[in-house]
């Protein structure tokens, strides 16, 4: 049981560490001349890139930037308060309680990562020429990974039950 605890600390752990990728680094769309983010835009211009606010175009809606932005910090808290609530958990909750609220913390930071990406992938840059970066493609690895860990702490609640 202790290597299966660890197991699912680990996962969720990584979890964590790809959330605050995502969330931080400056790469959900990219081209050869350019690097976006949820935060900013970074271009290439004479040999070094420059950091410049998002353009102010009717494709980069500041409502929907704002949603985009907010679910990602959330993901990341939640998934962060899931570990902690993890951790107290083990040493202060009976067998049968013991990961239902982990689990509620990790099925609220996967569906805030879902929700941010998919208003990005529907929101943004449809006619612009690049591809999806490496933070977005995290975001959605995070998604994934924080959906199996929000269903490992479910089925082990039952097991422990």
């Known amino acids: ?77 939640f998934s962060i308060l899931g570990l902690f609530v993890f951790v107290g958990q083990l040493f202060t909750l009976s067998k049968g309680k013991r990961f239902a609220f982990s689990g509620i913390f990790q099925l609220l930071a996967c569906l805030c990562i879902m929700i941010a990406a998919s208003i990005y992938t529907d929101r943004f840059h449809k006619n612009e020429d690049g591809w999806h970066g490496a933070s977005f493609i995290l975001a959605w690895i995070s998604f994934v990974i924080t959906f199996i860990s929000c269903v490992i702490y479910f089925v082990l609640r039952k097991k422990t039950a």
């Open 1 to 77: 049981m202790l290597a299966l605890l660890g197991g699912i600390f680990l996962l969720h752990l990584t979890g964590i560490i790809l959330l605050l990728a995502a969330t931080i680094n400056n790469a959900w769309w990219v081209s050869d001349t350019l690097s976006t983010d949820i935060w900013a835009r970074w271009v290439w211009v004479n040999g070094a890139w420059n950091y410049t606010d998002l353009p102010n175009i009717h494709t980069y809606s500041e409502e929907y930037l704002q949603a985009v932005q907010a679910s990602s910090v959330l993901a990341c808290i």
